[in-house]
Antibody, heavy 116, light 107 residues
Framework: QVQLQESGPGLVKPSETLSLTCSVS????????WSWIRQSAGKGLEWIGR???????NYNPSLKSRVSMSVDMSKNQFSLRLTSMTAADTAVYYC??????????WGQGTLVTVSS | DIQMTQSPSSLSASVGDRVTITCRAS??????LNWYQQKAGKAPKLLIY???SLQSGVPSRFSGSGSETDFTLTISSLQPEDFATYYC?????????FGGGTKVDVK
């Protein structure tokens, strides 16, 4: 059974960088795309971007200047970095397996709050 | 970006009711449309992909239809576990985009 688990800090200060990791079990990360999505009360579900194991990435243009993603095949993990965090980035962040744009397995989500 | 518009934003229904939710895309997306169910405090769960294909393990009372710009999710007979929020999402082009959600609550 495919399982994903997000990990990272729950609190980030304004202007700092968020780093989250998604650990995948029950499937090799060496297939499919792997996406990050966030959900805030104000903006609903927002797709942040995705990465393939080749290193190919697609980012949401609205966040592209601040986002980077990476994959660690040896650990079966992929990661998200989001720079220059503001209160508007406060949200629940999810990772998901992305099969041609179909997000068929999701992590449980991790709440990230931006506050000093 | 492709804009996804769902209606209604909320509805009240009873167990056994037939429920229909609509989703409209701002441009043609062929059949690249997916539906998700989200319960409070949980991650979204894929119900329908490619407009009308039922994800493995999802009850057959859920069905999807439509193409191009207009899509529908139907629950043929609402069950207690179906009270939740439903989202459509297009996978035609990046960025992937979601509708604003339809909350189904108890009448």
């Amino acid at each position: 059974q495919v399982q994903l688990q997000e990990s990272g800090p729950g609190l980030v200060k304004p202007s700092e960088t968020l780093s989250l990791t998604c650990s995948v079990s029950g499937d090799s990360i060496n297939t499919y795309y792997w996406s990050w999505i966030r959900q805030s009360a104000g903006k609903g579900l927002e797709w942040i971007g995705r990465i393939y194991t080749s290193g190919t990435t697609n980012y949401n243009p609205s966040l592209k200047s601040r986002v980077s993603m990476s994959v660690d095949m040896s650990k079966n993990q992929f990661s998200l970095r989001l720079t220059s965090m503001t209160a508007a980035d406060t949200a629940v962040y999810y990772c998901a397996r992305d099969q041609g744009g179909q997000l068929n397995y999701w992590g449980q989500g991790t709440l990230v709050t931006v506050s000093s | 970006d492709i804009q996804m518009t769902q209606s209604p934003s909320s509805l009240s229904a009873s167990v056994g009711d037939r429920v229909t939710i609509t989703c409209r895309a701002s441009q043609s997306i062929s059949s690249y449309l997916n539906w998700y169910q989200q319960k409070a405090g949980k991650a979204p769960k894929l119900l329908i992909y490619a407009a009308s294909s039922l994800q493995s393990g999802v009850p057959s009372r859920f069905s999807g239809s439509g193409s191009e710009t207009d899509f529908t999710l139907t629950i043929s007979s609402l069950q207690p576990e179906d009270f939740a929020t439903y989202y459509c999402q297009q996978s035609d082009t990046t960025p992937l985009t979601f509708g604003g959600g339809t909350k189904v609550d108890v009448k």
